[in-house]
């Protein structure tokens, strides 16, 4: 059995590098709803230079397969914690080089083609990093645990979060606003450098994990792991994509979008807006434990599609709670959304690895979670903006409810999966 050392260490590297990872990617979507469109983009109007900022936000998810298939393809040759390791540095770097990044007005277009290419290797590092995050949780847990330790990973998301809304809380109450415009928001940019080293230092005392271990001594890996992933398994890596879609559809609905279309159309104040969502952001982190509980008495594909049902309801809520103009009513949109989030989200972790062996874990997770991100996420907040302008925050809900259904086909299409799949050998391509 392994000692309480061991699986603390496991569990604390899967949480913290997550941690990390989320912030780095929170600090871009909060900064793009707040500052880059003024900042990155040519005067032409609020709306044009927001949408013109969710772009850029975009731009990672288009680059999140290629990083799946890339991290993938050496987790599963290699090992999980060489990857995690890689992931995390290329994800930290490419944030932190946000922080002395040059605006329009002094270089012109530049400043946005450069904004965009480290938006790539941000998504190009975070491609890597949730599978190989979940790998190392539930590969690790003993029968019987393992939605409970795939929820570690997961609350990486809420963690990463709070430190990142946080952060622009806190830099919004001490600087004026011409300070955060001007300066002030490169600051959480250049702590990611601090909280990269943080991550490191805990991934490499770590060891591999026992399944990758065990299918490495049963057959060499395939050459080509995605080569394998498609060939084999197609229909898995379709059927996880589409059970994903919807946590990503209502996270981004739930902060991105919220946060600009709240403070900027609806007139919500920055920093209360900031507040509910940092509380907000609590709810999560309870749907996410509890999603993981039941997912190991009951089953989580089963938790997930009540998680979807329940995303349905919180889609049919959003107009008239978010738009009510009232704070608490928005607060209590954020809570609900939240809260569903982590339905749809916490079982994941068991649930999508348990799709596939071993041998191709690594890359078939990666390709489904990463293709399910573009889908449900990467233009989220631009498209909300757009159907939100043009017909009312009643079509962003029906958005919401119609990424929850996608998911419950794509659920019911995979079936239970395979949570103890045996080493198979490896097909060599």
Known sequence: MRNRRQTGRILLASLVGTSVEFYDFYIYATAASLVFGPLFFPKSSDSAQLLSSYATFGLAFLARPLGGA???????????KSTLVASLLL?????????FLPTYAMVGWLAPA???????????????????AALLAVENAPPGWRARYGMAPQLGAPVGFLAANGFFLLLGTLLTPDQFRDWGWRIPFLASALLVGLGLWVRLKLTETAAFSAAMEAAPPPRVPIAAVLRGHLGRVVAGTLGVVACFAVYYIATAFALGYGTQTLG?????????????????????????????KLDPRRVLIGGCLGAIVTGLLLSPLLGSGSLGAAFGFLALA??????????LGAWLPGLFPPHVRYTGTSLAFNIGGIIGGGLTPALAQMMADHAGLRAVGLYVAGAALVSIAGLLAAGRGEPDAPVMAAPEI
């Open 70 to 80: 890339l991290f993938g393809h050496f987790g599963d040759r290699i090992g999980r």
């Open 91 to 99: 994800m930290g770097l490419s944030t932190a080089a946000i922080a």
């Open 114 to 132: 450069l904004l965009c290419l480290l938006r790539v290797g941000q998504g190009i590092g975070l491609g890597g990093e949730w599978s190989g």
């Open 268 to 296: 919500y104040p920055r920093q209360s807006f900031l507040q509910i969502q940092l509380v907000a952001i609590l709810f999560m982190a309870v749907g996410i434990v509890l999603a993981g509980w039941l997912s190991d």
């Open 338 to 347: 939240l809260l569903t989030m982590g339905f749809v989200y916490g079982p």
